[in-house]
């Protein structure tokens, strides 16, 4: 039987399925794909706790594909820069990082367009994803960002989940507890 933890995000009430991730770990699983009503809430309640100016956003793909999108229609931005998790052919040139995130079963790469990274150059960039968890993808943008020659001037996330909720560096807008195999709230 699936179980679900239901919490309030950006004022709006959601059910998350909760998921194995090993015996004794469990997550509620946080997916904004094809819910565009929480995707603009939470863009806009990011978007009201930015703590200092930026000019360019970045995310990984995928899950932070809709949400960087919404955050960048709602502020105007003109562009967006997003980590591909394979190198595509119009790219004039890669960099390239290692990440292995908790709802990932194997080790991956992330990459950034040399073209996008050239932008990047001495720019003040604000990362954002829609998850921290264990901070593995967060901690790959911020080597391409340095990569690139960008400024990282802030980090956020819709939710902080685990430890992530104890980082000083993170904006998020609401704590996603872990779980046992019981269902219980362990963090």
Do not use: W
């Amino acid at each position: 039987m699936q179980r679900f933890h239901t919490m309030n995000i950006a004022g709006l009430e959601r059910k998350l399925p909760i998921c194995r991730v090993t015996d004794d770990l469990y997550i509620a699983g946080f997916v904004i794909f094809g819910d565009p009503e929480l995707t603009v809430a939470c863009a806009a309640e990011l978007l009201k706790k930015i703590p200092c100016e930026y000019d360019y956003l970045i995310t990984a793909e995928a899950k932070g594909i809709p949400l960087i999108h919404e955050m960048a229609r709602q502020s105007g931005a003109k562009k967006y820069f997003l980590a591909r998790k394979a190198p595509k052919l119009y790219m004039t040139g890669v960099f390239e990082v290692n990440v292995r995130s908790i709802t990932t079963a194997k080790e991956q790469k992330l990459y950034l367009d040399a073209a996008d990274a050239e932008m990047m150059k001495g720019k003040k960039i604000l990362i954002v994803d829609d998850v921290i968890s264990t901070g593995e993808s967060l901690r790959a943008l911020e080597e391409l960002v340095n990569k690139a020659g960008g400024e990282i001037v802030g980090k956020m996330a819709i939710l902080a989940e685990g430890d992530a909720q104890k980082r000083e560096d993170l904006v998020y807008l609401e704590p996603l507890p872990l779980f046992n195999a019981k269902g219980e709230i362990i963090g």
